[in-house]
């Protein structure tokens, strides 16, 4: 069954690794991530809606869900884990399911990605309803544990979506992504061109999703948190650009909006008080844009 599957696969022209120096397998590895890249830009049709079905999730009041194991899983946790820092998202409204969490985010956690039992459990823990949005991410597409995941989401009426190197995964969703990359250099490791397409896939998913709910305008990230000397500049900049002020009148209207970069914008921008411009975003839904209209 699973010598059958493409990411199982082994090329028949591939070259020997081992007697390879290291310079040239690290030419040839380079060469294995543009034809991964190109298999996302293949595919880019099926990651656009889902980019769609991730942003109505998350711009109704919903929440993007990832779900996955091994490798799938790691990088769907990490996606997530970048939403606060990046996006001001609160925690709860980006979450990541990973097989055998949490030892599996440092080792492998063996039969894991086979329990779909646990799979189901862990999404029915966190309620999922209506207008939720489930990614399961299984390059694959045979992990039981992402199955048992989607089938709990779709029961509860919940967008579901997968993403997978398998054109034929025995996974139900109503969106499939399916990435047609070819055995890996090494075969077998998804860690490798797989994984670089899975991170591609979920920077597209998310950042669309949080452009389309109102965390971005033009290219910057407004609800970006200052959590540290690099952030607070950046919030300082973006205050200053859309603001129309000086560093100084940036900085300190971003003190006086207890750090929440947009609500700082809204002030400079309107002669807003912070209760005031926070309100006014409010009412937009928090959309920057319509709230400076």
Known sequence: ???????????????????????????LLLEEERRGLRAVEEA????????EAAAWALRGGGRLFYAGAGTSGRLGVLDASEMGPTFGTPPGRVVALLAGAPRALTESVEGAEDDAASGRAAMEEQRPGTRDCVLGITMSGTASYVAGALAAAREAGARTLLLTANPRPPIAADLTIALDLGPEALAGSTRLKGGSATKAVLNMISTAAMAGSGAVHGNLMVRVRPVNRKLRDRAERIVER???????????LLREAADEAEVAVVMARLGLDAVAARARLAACGGRLREALA
């Open 1 to 27: 069954m699973y010598g059958d599957l493409p990411t199982e696969g082994i090329d028949p022209q591939g070259p020997d690794l081992d007697l390879l120096p290291p310079r040239e397998v690290a030419r």
């Open 44 to 51: 880019l049709d099926s990651v656009g809606r889902a980019c």
């Open 242 to 252: 859309l603001g129309g002020v000086g560093r100084p009148a940036a900085a300190a």
